[in-house]
Each structure stands twice: as structure tokens, then as C-alpha cells.
């Protein structure tokens, strides 16, 4: 009989190595195809959004990033009914391939400019199906870790399951670095920016490979021997009023507020570091990634150490820490790398300006002026300001497109890395013990559907719009402080960059306090199956 209090009943640790791996490999490229989207974020506005507000189409590619989490919950309710009733394994078959063509066929869609509206609409599609192919995946590896480990180790087993999403960033950020040192800027923004997604289903077609020969979750598959399975997984999760409650629990005691402490850490924290601190591109994607890679070892460290003193202490140490630090943490990231605070050598200063043929607006024109400043630190910045010019003299002048680009020293440069590494600390410590933690709320037959709902609510909708929220907020309050400038009255906001972090500061507030007076160490003693 294997019981799930028996430690001893558990798969060998020698076949757990292998049944993570097959577990991890699946789930690491699933997130590299759902996040590479948002690790381009910066480059796919201006491809598949109109021209002429830089800002705007940000947004709506934030949006757009964003509505691939919101489906996640639908994912959860029918990829996880799917799998309590046919079993784990069968389950994220199905989601991995079509994450692995939902995110190929992004890669090949054309650009507004050649298809016009027909451009966000079908990125949109993919990412909805990307989001409810993520929903289905992500419960099914964790349950089928779970359900191989032994009671007493289930929170260092399962916590590598739990690397996989930030390897899966770390790879999408190093295959787009090596994608852009192999091609000219010029080309990369042409067409080497679709390189990333197309090469995710050589990867998609060596997970299946590996999936394909996995076995059942022996649990499951005892529990559908005995004919003990649910008839009806989504009515037993939540009709039922005892497990509905912990399900509620587990969404706004724990995954709410670890949902935004791991979207503040690493994707607010790299789209802060391109558009507001306007680091290049480069530079912001190489010291990402070795944040990452710094890290990434501390999930299974605060994963194995919940095995020994409990999971919810660990998860609301992480969000009480990151409430008290976020704002200090986010204003020293800014002044590092703001110019105000360095010394200009007026010396190097340069201009230039070249004026060409529009080639999308007869008889119109473009004046492209390229400034360049020094600073005695080292630090560098090219202003590229575009102005279009119609060919229509008495026509409304357009706003010109201004881009920055700082190139940033390694002092500064590892200033950054530290920071970025201290919200990756974060992360692990929210992240790291929540596959055990939820796994030990719910009965087996139920779990995958019980579980999956509270994940990926609190991660696909209060994780996944931060991104777009934060940085409305932000825009907002510096627009407020713009027309309060010409108003000539005082600006409301000292710092109208940090205002979007109040986003995930309330929400992981709201989530601290329910977990602190809700929530037990061990919520939900799991059944024998």
C-alpha cells in the first residue's frame, strides 16, 4: 500500500532523479515559450502595435503578455479536471505541445505594418492558448513530483520543479543574448527577434521524447485501480464547502502574495531596468541573467529547509521582507543609474541629424537626430529622436519618437545584479516551498484540479498583470506630475517611478495577514490513497 504519511512507501530517491528530470525538462521549456514573450516585450511593441506612440504600445504589449496569465485559471479548471480523471501523465502531453505550438507559431507572424490589426489579434490568440496550456502544465508536475516523494522530503523534491520557471526565464533571456550577438541590432529588430520562438520546438520535440516515456504517478495510479478516482473533480473541489475553503487559503493566503513577489523580482524588475533606467538592452539582459543564475539554487534550499521548519513561515518571511524593501530597493536601482547624479564631459558631446524619405507616407520625410553624451564615471547615452515630416506643410506636426539607451559601467552594472539578486532571494523564499505546500492541502483524486485553481489565480491574475499595472501606475503618476508642472503647480509624486510597486506591496500585505492568522504549517493533513 502506498500512503502518502509513509516515507518509506515513496519512490526510490535513484528513480525520483529521473522522474524530476523528465518532470523538469517539460515544464522548463513550457515557461521559456510562455516567457519569451516577455523577456521581448520591449521589441515585439513595435512589431505588432501601431507606430507613433512608443508608451502606448508598450502597454498593449503588457497586455497582451498579461492575458496569457488571466487564462490561466480556465487551464487550471479543465486540463485539471482532465487530470484527476485520466491521470497526470496524459495531461501535460496534451499541454506541452500546445504551448510548443502556440509559442512557434508567434514567430511566425507577421508584422502590423504588413497585416495590420490581423498582427495583436493573433498574438493574442497564442497567448490565450499559451495561458491555458500553462494552467493544465504546471499542477501536473508538481503533483507528479509529489506524489513520487517521501512525506518528510516533499518540499526539497518538489522545490526543483519550482527552479523550472526561472531557468526557463534565465533561457529565454540567454538564447535572445546570444541571438543578439550573433546578428546586427539592425537585423535582430528586423527579423532575429522571431529567432527564439521558432527554435522552442526543436526543445518542445525533445520533451515530448522524454515525456512520452514516463510512467504514472504510482498514488494515482493506485487510487484509479481501486477505482477510487473522482467522477467529478471540479464539483468534489469546489462544491464541496470544507475543501472550497482551503482552496480559498490557498489562493489568498499564499499564492496572491507569492504570485507578486515573483513577477515584481524578475519581470517588473528587467522591464524597470529597460524603460525606465533605459539600460541597453544587452547589458540589462546579461546582468538578468546572472541574477538568475545567482539566485536560482536558493528554491531548493528554502525547499528543503520547509521540510524541516514548516512551509508557511518560510513564504511569509519572503513577502514581509519584500513589502518592507521593495521602494528602498527600486529608488537605489534608479539613482544608479540616473545621469543626474554623474558628471557630463561636455567634450564628447555630439549631434547629428540625417533627413530621408519617409517609405510609408508619400512625399513625407523622417529627421532622425542622434545625440551623444560622456560621463567621466564611463557611463554613455545615445538619444535617437525621430520626428516625422509630412509633405502636407499645414498639417498638425507630429511628436517625435525619442529612445535612450544607457550603456552602463560594471560598478554600476553589479549594482544592479545585487539588487535584481536580492528580489530573486525573494522569490525563493515564496516560491520555493509552494508546490508542498499545496500538494499537502488536497486529497489525491481532487488535487491536480484543487490545486491548480488557487496557483494559477494568484500567479496568472494577480502575478501576471503586475507587469501592466505597475507600469500604468508609474505612467500615470509622471503624467500627473507633467501637467502639474505646466499648471506651475507642485508635483504631487517625489517619485512617480516607484509608485507602481505599491501594486504588489498592498496585495502580498493583504496575503501576509491571511496566511499569519488563517493559515496552519501544515493546513490539511494528506489522506492515505
Known amino acids: 500500500m502506498i500512503s502518502e504519511t509513509n516515507p518509506k512507501s515513496a519512490t526510490k530517491a535513484s528513480s525520483l532523479i529521473s522522474v524530476i528530470g523528465a518532470s523538469s525538462v517539460g515544464t522548463l521549456i513550457e515557461w521559456y515559450d510562455f516567457y519569451i514573450f516577455g523577456s521581448l516585450a520591449t521589441v515585439l511593441a513595435t512589431k ?47 499541454t506541452l505541445m500546445l504551448m510548443g505550438g502556440a509559442t512557434f507559431a508567434i514567430g511566425l507572424i507577421p508584422s502590423y505594418e504588413t ?4 498582427a495583436p489579434l493573433l498574438v493574442l490568440i497564442l497567448r490565450l492558448l499559451q495561458g491555458l496550456a500553462l494552467g493544465g ?28 520557471a526561472t531557468i526557463g526565464l534565465f533561457v529565454s533571456l540567454l538564447v535572445i543574448l546570444v541571438t543578439r550577438k550573433s546578428l546586427s541590432k539592425e537585423d535582430f529588430d528586423e527579423w532575429g ?25 504510482p498514488l494515482f495510479a493506485k487510487v484509479k485501480a481501486e ?58 539582459d546579461e546582468l538578468m541573467t546572472v541574477a ?19 512551509r508557511k513561515g518560510i513564504m511569509l518571511a519572503g513577502m514581509l521582507i519584500a513589502i518592507l524593501t521593495y521602494r528602498p530597493i527600486y529608488e537605489k536601482m534608479y539613482q544608479t543609474t540616473n545621469l543626474k547624479n554623474k558628471q557630463e564631459i561636455t567634450a564628447n558631446f555630439s549631434i547629428d541629424s540625417t533627413l530621408a524619405p519617409d517609405p510609408k507616407v508619400e512625399g513625407g520625410s523622417i529627421k532622425t537626430t542622434t545625440t551623444k553624451r560622456a560621463y567621466t564615471d564611463g557611463t554613455l547615452l545615445t538619444e535617437v529622436s525621430r520626428l516625422k515630416i509630412a509633405a502636407d506643410v499645414n498639417a498638425e506636426p507630429a511628436k517625435p519618437e525619442i529612445k535612450k539607451t544607457v550603456l552602463i559601467t560594471d560598478t554600476d552594472r553589479w ?31 481532487i488535487r491536480y484540479t484543487s490545486m491548480s485553481l488557487p496557483y494559477h489565480i494568484g500567479n496568472g491574475v494577480f502575478g501576471g498583470l503586475l507587469p501592466a499595472v505597475a507600469t500604468y ?13 505646466k499648471a506651475g503647480t507642485a508635483a504631487p509624486y517625489a517619485a512617480p517611478y516607484l509608485e507602481g510597486l505599491w501594486y504588489p506591496i498592498l496585495v502580498a500585505a493583504v496575503s501576509l495577514v491571511i496566511g499569519i492568522f488563517y493559515i496552519k504549517n501544515r493546513p490539511q493533513a494528506a489522506e492515505e490513497a
Open 48 to 94: 505588432f502595435f501601431p507606430e507613433g506612440n512608443p508608451t502606448a504600445a508598450f502597454l498593449s504589449t503588457l497586455a497582451t503578455f498579461a492575458a496569457g496569465f488571466v487564462v490561466r485559471p480556465f487551464g487550471a479548471l479543465f486540463f485539471g479536471r482532465l487530470g484527476d480523471l485520466i491521470g497526470r501523465k496524459y495531461t501535460f502531453m496534451v
Open 115 to 118: 497585416i495590420g490589426f490581423m
Open 137 to 164: 502544465e504546471y499542477g501536473g508536475a508538481a503533483t507528479y513530483v509529489a506524489e513520487h516523494s517521501p512525506a518528510n522530503k516533499r518540499g526539497f523534491w518538489t522545490s526543483w520543479i519550482q527552479t523550472t
Open 193 to 217: 527577434w522571431r529567432i527564439p520562438f521558432l527554435v522552442s520546438i526543436f526543445m518542445v520535440f525533445i520533451s515530448y521524447i522524454i515525456r512520452r516515456n514516463m510512467s504514472e504517478s
Open 227 to 284: 477505482g477510487k478516482t473522482s467522477t467529478n473533480p471540479l464539483k468534489e473541489s469546489f462544491g464541496n464547502k470544507l475543501n472550497f475553503k482551503f482552496v480559498l487559503l490557498a489562493l489568498f493566503g499564499a499564492t496572491m502574495g507569492q504570485g507578486v513577489v515573483w513577477y515584481t523580482g524578475q519581470f517588473y524588475a528587467m522591464n524597470f531596468i529597460k524603460t525606465v533606467c533605459n539600460v541597453d538592452a544587452i547589458q540589462s
Open 292 to 310: 538568475l543564475l545567482m539566485g536560482t539554487p536558493f528554491f531548493v534550499v528554502f525547499g528543503w529547509l520547509s521540510d524541516k521548519i514548516g
Open 415 to 445: 549594482a544592479l545584479i545585487w539588487l535584481v539578486f536580492i528580489q530573486v532571494l525573494y522569490v525563493t523564499l515564496v516560491y520555493g516551498p509552494i508546490a508542498a505546500f499545496l500538494v499537502e492541502m488536497f486529497p489525491t483524486k
Open 473 to 485: 501606475l508609474a505612467t500615470g503618476a509622471k503624467e500627473v506630475n507633467l501637467a502639474a508642472e
